[in-house]
């Protein structure tokens, strides 16, 4: 399985990027291989549509699961169509994250987006 993380940075050692459609990047750990890749968030820079480019990136990488802080409506959507499990509210470093989601100790798994549409647009 693989799980994306929205992040400013490129590491597993960098913060949790509380904006989905609007982070910079994705980090990516592969559990069949242990290992981390890092690709740019295409929807960064959108004028429009953030969320659902985020999202199909996501979905091309073939990502099961995305933790983030926050998700909005066309994203989740896109990616809940997918069958793609997102968990909200999660901050602090990326690694941090994996543990806590791999020891099952992680409880934010959502059936909603929790912000409204442009939410992440500053």
């Known amino acids: 399985m693989k799980i994306a993380f929205s992040t400013s940075g490129s590491t597993k050692d960098d913060e949790i990027d509380p904006r989905f459609g609007r982070c910079n990047n994705f980090v990516i750990y592969d559990d069949e291989s242990d290992s981390f890749e890092t690709i740019q968030n295409l929807g960064a820079v959108s004028s429009g549509g953030a969320g659902i480019k985020a999202a199909q990136t996501i979905i091309d990488k073939g990502v099961g699961t995305v933790l983030t802080g926050n998700v909005g409506p066309n ?10 499990n997102v968990y909200i509210g999660v901050n602090g470093k990326i690694a941090d994250a994996l543990e806590k989601f791999k020891s099952g100790s992680m409880d934010s798994k959502t059936n909603a987006p929790n912000v409204d549409s442009h939410h992440g647009i500053q």
């Open 75 to 84: 994203a989740f959507r896109t990616m809940s169509t997918a069958g793609i």
